[in-house]
C-alpha cells in the first residue's frame, strides 16, 4: 500500500509538472476554477436574449442579492477573494460583461455605458431578480452609477471602487495619456503586461511568472478588441460624465478609494461626496486602482458594514 501511494505521488507529482511546463494555460484555467470552488462559488450560464451570460454564485438562495461588476479588462473572476466574505449572508452574483471575460464579444458592437446598463437590466430580469445591490470597480463602478440612475427602484445599496463616470479635481495618469491619444490600459507585449501590472497596483500581487505570463499573453490578443472600447467609454467619461446626475441617486452609496490610483484620480471622491444625497466614503492608503485584490479582507468587510447597516426593508 505504502509503495502504492508513493508512485501515486509520483505521478500526480509528475503530472502537476507537466501541466506546469508544457500546458501552463490549461493550468491557470484549473486553478481559477480551484479558487472558484475554495471561495464558494459556483460557475453557471443563464441566456439572455438569444446570448450566454457566464456568472458566478456564492451564498444562501434566500438572502438579500449583492451583484459585482468588473472593470475595463477584467472579469469575474476578479471578485472572488471579496466576494467571499459576503456570500455568508447575501446571495452574491458576478456577472462577466457583454465585451469581456467568456460572455459575448461583437466587434463594433456598442460597449458604451447606457447600452451595458440596458444589456445588464435583461440579464437581471432573466435572473427573475427584483431589487438587489450593486458594486463595481472602475468601469465596473460607472456602470452600477449608469444603472442606478436609469433603473433606480432596482437598487437598494450601491458600493463603488475607484469607479470611473465622474469628473476628477486632479487628472489621473490615465486621463492625461488619453487627452494625448495613448491608452495606458492595453498592452502589446508581455514586458508592457509586467508595467500594467505594476501601474494599476500599489504593491505588486504575486504571480507565479509562468501565470503571470499566460495571463499577459491572452491582454496582448485582446489589444485589438479592447483599445475601441477603452475610447468609447474615455469619450462617454469626457463628452458625458454623471457629475450633474449624481444628486439623482437614491440608493445609499458606499464609496472606496485607493489612494495610489493611477488610473482614475482618488479626488473623484470630493464630486461624488457633494453631489450623491447618501454617501459614506472609504480611502484604502495601501491600495492603488483595484483594492478588491489589493486588499480584499478590508474592503469587502467595510462593505459588508454597509450592507448590514442598509438592509432592504
Known sequence: MA???????????????IAYFVFPAHLVK??????????????????VDGVAWPYLEGGPESGEIVILLHGFGGDKDNWPLYARRLRGKYRVI????????????????DYRMAAQAERLHNFVRSMEIDTFHIGGNSMGGFLALQYALAYPSDVITIALLNNAGVSSINKSEVELAASRGENLLVVSSLDEFDRLLKFITHKPIPLPAIIKREIGKQAVAEREFLDPIFWAIFEDIIEQPLDEQLHEITAPTLIMWGRHDRVIDVSCIETMQARIPSNHCIVFEDAGHIPM?????????AHLDYLIRHRAS
Open 94 to 109: 458576478v456577472p462577466d460583461l457583454p465585451g469581456f471575460g467568456e460572455n459575448c464579444r461583437e466587434i463594433g458592437a
Open 30 to 47: 484549473i486553478l481559477v476554477r480551484a479558487a472558484r470552488f475554495v471561495t464558494g462559488f459556483r460557475s453557471r450560464s443563464i441566456d
Open 3 to 17: 509503495t502504492a501511494i508513493v508512485f501515486l505521488a509520483a505521478g500526480l507529482l509528475a503530472a502537476g509538472l
Open 293 to 301: 485584490l489589493e486588499c480584499p479582507a478590508e474592503s469587502a468587510s
